[in-house]
């Protein structure tokens, strides 16, 4: 199991104290949906949701790429 989860409503990763989802958390949850892209970016939109809800003051086009923009 990672260390590297989302601590809210900062959303700021457990493990490394980045922004999740971190470096480490990216390539866990690419190896983890490998062969399922589409739940991958249904995760990381229900996240992202919940994530604009806590970090309202953050752009909303910055939080769309750190939590999908990277999965393409």
Do not use: K, N
């Amino acid at each position: 199991m990672t260390s590297h989860l989302a601590v809210t409503p900062a959303w700021i990763c457990a493990g490394c104290g980045a922004d999740w989802p971190c470096v480490t958390r990216r390539r866990e949850l690419r190896a983890e949906y490998d062969r399922a892209p589409v739940s991958l970016a249904l995760y990381l939109a229900a996240q992202l949701v919940d994530a604009a809800q806590d970090l309202a003051h953050v752009p909303a086009g910055h939080l769309h790429y750190r939590f999908l923009g990277w999965t393409r």
